[in-house]
């Protein structure tokens, strides 16, 4: 019998979820496994050329790293492709997972600006990259390029994500007026394989990690848990 993939992860890693989702889509069985970053084991060293997580073990000692490359292979060995078929239009599916990785970073910018007037300004550059979005999604969805789920929905369900968690303490206004947006990422955060992408306690994480990093968004988290009135201890 062959083992099963593994999946080397990490609980808020959105590139971890890519590969989740996309497992999860084609209905592959496989295992989890998650590391501390902050305290690497040493056979992860060995096995992540670059120290990151994705890394998805295909057999003895062989590990695939980098989500873009894990999700290809995925797509290439599995069946039910989430790839188009037409190689200008699968190009251009690669072009806006790299735009997904891109508004990563941008949410990278927006959770360390340190005051008010960084923050504005990373919310607007995200806002920008939407705005280009709003225009590119097929208008009938429900997904990217529309009724079929693709790499490129897997790569938006964790950026989304973000903003489901945000929303609950803080009013960005990023989506404002962007409807086909709004309700893509309505259909993604319904999606089994992305709520399935990582655990139940993951809002309580992402806190965790932003209230960690004293920037401007943790700021907002303490007021807004400060005007919270107390839980009463069960
Ligand atoms: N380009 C990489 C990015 C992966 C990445 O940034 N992983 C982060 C966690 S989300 C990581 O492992 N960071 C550990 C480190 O840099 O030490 C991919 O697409 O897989």
């Known amino acids: 019998m062959t083992k099963p993939l593994t999946l080397i992860s990490h609980t808020l890693c959105p590139y ?3 590969a989740a989702i996309v497992l999860a889509e084609k ?3 496989f295992e989890r496994i ?3 970053l ?5 056979w992860f060293q060995a096995a992540s050329p670059l120290g990151k997580v994705p890394l998805l073990k295909v057999g003895e000692d062989r590990f695939l790293f980098e989500s873009a490359p894990i999700v290809e292979f995925l797509d290439e060995t599995e069946p039910q492709k989430l790839h188009p078929q ?4 699968r190009a251009r599916h690669r072009a806006y997972v790299e735009f997904a990785s891109q508004i990563l970073n941008g949410i990278g910018a927006l959770y360390n600006a340190r005051d008010d007037t960084g923050f504005q300004a990373a919310s607007e ?3 920008a990259k939407f705005l280009h979005l709003e225009a590119k999604i097929d208008p009938d969805g ?8 693709s790499l490129v929905d897997a790569a938006f369900g964790p950026v989304f994500r973000y903003f489901d968690v945000f929303d609950d303490f803080t009013r960005l206004g990023i989506f404002d007026g962007l409807e086909h947006v709004k309700r893509w990422r309505r259909n993604l955060s319904e999606r089994a394989s992305v709520i399935g992408a990582v655990t139940e306690d993951y809002p309580e ?3 965790a990690f932003l209230r960690k990093r004293s920037t401007w968004i943790s700021h907002q988290l303490d007021l807004h848990e400060r005007s919270q009135p107390m839980v009463a201890a069960q």
């Open 16 to 18: 971890v979820q890519r």
């Open 27 to 29: 209905n592959v069985p």
């Open 34 to 36: 998650y590391i501390d």
């Open 38 to 42: 902050a305290d690497k084991p040493d």
């Open 86 to 89: 037409d190689p200008a239009e």
């Open 125 to 127: 550059a995200l806002r």
């Open 142 to 149: 429900p997904f990217f390029a529309g009724a079929s789920f």
């Open 205 to 207: 994480l992402l806190r």
